[in-house]
């Protein structure tokens, strides 16, 4: 891995995030130069502080087409490409509120298209992008259903732009139940829900955000991996 990502420039969407600060971090112990981009950048200038090498923060907003192309223009020339993004929109059907719909839909489909709109004609020869979609497409819960359509659509689309911009690779990882902090909520009830995870799992764990990163540059590292969805959820979608 050190040797692929060498003097190479890697873009993370979402290095605020834990799974994002990971990936930034594995990436530039690598030898990478990043662009680090998200919308709060107070934590993109946390990620930045802890890498070893050379960094750019660009604060970026899904939502705005102008801000996805203020990205492109500041990144320049890259080689690789990763959005952990997302904005879930959990609920009821019936309390679903139009807007958090729209963002669920910006972060996991309409930002990845805007993302390879503007930024696909800069990658160098190799290059690579990948997005984020996650378990609930192939295992839809009561409530999840935004969640599970923007996932299932984003795996599509990820098929559809690597024949489209072919030979630039195009691939997802999805991510299982992962103990990335999102479940603290729970509160003293997280310990018993992940247990519970673990023990239906075909691989009897949950999973680790450092799990992900490794899924993420195999699909980097790989120059015969395109179109394809990386299933990170210890078999959680068949269980």
Do not use: C
């Not at 990936?23 to 990043?34: I, K, P, R, V």
């Not at 072919?166 to 829900?193: C, M, Q």
């Not at 009897?204 to 990163?213: A, C, K, M």
């Amino acid at each position: 891995m050190s040797e692929s990502l060498a003097g190479r420039r890697v873009v993370v969407v979402g290095a605020g995030s834990r799974t994002g600060r990971l990936l930034a971090h594995a990436a530039s112990a690598a030898g990478a130069e990043l662009v680090l981009a998200g919308p709060d950048p107070r934590k993109l200038e946390w990620t930045a502080g802890e890498l070893t090498g050379p960094s750019t923060v660009v604060p970026v907003d899904l939502t705005e087409e102008a801000s996805i192309e203020a990205l492109a223009a500041r990144a320049g020339r890259v080689d690789h490409l990763v959005s952990t993004a997302g904005m879930p929109a959990n609920g009821p059907l019936k309390e679903l509120q139009l807007t958090d719909i729209r963002r669920a839909f910006d972060a996991k489909v309409i930002g990845p298209l805007l993302l390879a709109k503007h930024l696909a004609g800069q990658f160098a020869d190799g290059g690579s992008m990948t997005f984020f979609s996650g378990v609930a497409a192939w295992r839809p819960a009561p409530a999840r259903t935004v969640m599970a359509t923007t996932n299932g659509a984003l795996a599509f689309l990820v098929q559809a732009l690597a024949v489209e911009l072919a030979p630039l690779r195009v691939n997802a990882v999805s991510p299982g139940i992962v103990d990335t902090g999102s479940w603290d909520g729970l509160g003293a009830g997280k310990e018993e829900f992940l247990r519970q995870v673990a023990v239906r799992n075909p691989a009897r764990r949950v999973g680790s955000p450092e799990d992900l990163v490794k899924a993420v540059l195999y699909a980097i590292d790989n120059p015969y991996v395109t179109g394809t969805v990386l299933h990170v959820d210890g078999g959680g979608r068949l269980a």
